[in-house]
């Protein structure tokens, strides 16, 4: 009993130092920053407009998320916002309500994305939400040079950072997937504005308690509701026995018109050559002994970036049937036709993960599948991917991950396999929430605890911030 007492307070300690350098950080950021405070009431008129011109309704969590950036952006202190929402949730149109609340009171906003084919879709969205309401839209990347000096809105690659695009006045920065790019980087974004509203923008499903841990500093929205008419993907663990079944049918679908993904087993978590190797001879086996008749392309990581492009571009245009790919098929790829995804060795992902890359499919309003096989005997893997079957949730598989698997999954996502934590767990909910508590009571008195101060000092140096 004594020792489990002992456990949970130094457990409480190491959360609490956490917290209290993540509330000095936040304060600093509010502190030494002033933004311009955006004017909403000005605007009833021009933002009723923009509901009533969407081609669509807005869900219940977008409505909230869209009122908390609202909400952020009337401050003179700059929004440090975190939109964390599965793949296919809305994020883009929750961005660009800030980017027209940015637009209506003259200033300019960025929207980033890791890949040009991202980039490619946000702005195709971006035009069709606000150009009819006159914002003009710009898009730069690494390959298409366009004039980029009179628009309201750039979106774009990390080519949005070359010392030659100069903003006027910029005003909003939306990041998405924002754990791929720099803290330099997003500093070079920020010194392009006075102090820019700043809203980061992620799919990698985070564990509630994962996201006041390490993201303490930053101000929270979630998307939790997919968009109405959004089919389930329909998941199954197939047994061994039904795999040729499995290719039968896969084959029928795709002579009625579908696309499919098939996912190879990856070796090690980054992508080498023996992954590579493992990919091209399943490639192989398929294209000559499984679907000898239908047209199959390759994609993995040790591809270039045009190589990549053109690959899936020709893939969305039907050029293929099936796309055999390594895990790196990039998150939001958009193949509205592609409705099955096999993953084979299905075991070696985080469900975290799984559910990411089944998000490949379900883009168009066809009913769409996941196919899981693993050679795995093992009751506990069989059951845990078969949680896939019922759980359609991303938030919700990272909390069971982290319960079934340790932290290691979220780490791998997020803090590049930093331990942060060696006696608290990330699943202790109320642990966590009582030292933020308690963290948040003794900030404003903290200089009185020259050792607390020290400790918290060392803190900060060792963690990977995400700012």
């Known amino acids: 009993q004594s020792a489990y007492k002992a456990k949970q ?13 993540a509330e000095k950080k936040r304060q600093e950021w509010q502190k030494t920053r002033i933004a311009t405070a955006f004017s909403l009431e000005k605007f009833q008129k021009e933002i009723q407009d923009f509901w009533e011109k969407l081609p669509f309704s807005l869900t219940g969590a977008q409505q909230k998320a869209i009122h908390q950036i609202f909400e952020d952006m009337e401050k003179p202190t700059p929004m440090n916002r975190l939109l964390q929402g599965d793949v296919g949730s809305g994020k883009t149109v929750v961005a660009a309500a800030g980017i027209y609340l940015a637009f209506l009171n003259k200033f300019q906003s960025v929207l980033i994305a890791p890949t040009e084919i991202l980039a490619g879709q946000h702005y195709t969205t971006i035009i069709r939400l606000l150009e009819p309401l006159g914002v003009k839209v710009a898009l730069a990347t690494g390959s298409k040079k366009e004039k980029t000096d009179n628009f309201d809105v750039l979106v774009g690659t990390h080519a949005v950072l070359s010392e030659k695009i100069i903003f006027k006045k910029l005003g909003f920065v939306a990041i998405d997937e924002q754990q791929r790019f720099g803290v330099e980087q997003r500093a070079i974004l920020r010194g392009k504005g006075n102090n820019p509203h700043v809203l980061t923008m992620t799919a990698t499903p985070i564990p509630r308690t994962v996201a006041l841990t390490l993201y303490g500093e930053l101000d929270l929205s979630v998307l939790d509701e997919m968009p109405k008419g959004r089919k389930t993907i329909k998941t199954w663990l197939v047994p061994n026995v039904k795999r040729e079944a ?222």
């Open 246 to 467: 499995g290719y039968k049918w896969i084959e029928e679908k795709i002579q009625q018109g579908d696309q499919a993904f098939i996912i190879c087993p990856f070796i090690e978590e980054s992508e080498n050559m023996t992954t590579v190797k493992a990919a091209k001879g399943e490639f192989e086996r398929l294209q000559r002994f499984v679907f000898p008749n239908l047209k199959l392309a390759m994609l993995h990581g040790k591809m270039k970036p045009k190589e990549k492009d053109s690959v899936l571009e020709d893939f969305k245009n039907k050029k293929y049937d099936i796309l055999v790919a390594t895990p790196v098929v990039e998150v939001g790829i958009d193949i509205p036709n592609a409705t099955i995804i096999v993953i084979e060795a299905a075991e070696r992902f985080g469900l975290a993960q799984l559910h990411q890359l089944r998000g490949r499919v379900g883009r168009g309003d066809k009913q769409s599948f996941c196919l899981l096989y693993t050679e795995s005997q093992s009751p506990q893997t069989r059951d845990r991917l078969a949680s896939l079957e019922k759980i359609h949730n991303g938030a919700e598989l990272a909390e069971l991950d982290l319960k079934l698997r340790g932290p290691g999954e979220i780490y791998g996502t997020m803090q590049s396999g930093q331990r942060m934590l060696k006696i608290a767990s990330f699943s202790d909910l109320s642990l966590i929430e009582k030292a933020k508590r308690e963290a948040s009571k003794i900030f404003p008195e903290l200089t009185k605890y020259s050792e607390l101060v020290k400790k918290v000092e060392e803190v900060e140096i060792k963690r990977i911030s995400p700012d």
């Open 9 to 21: 307070r130094l457990a409480f300690d190491e959360v609490f130092l956490l917290q209290l350098a």
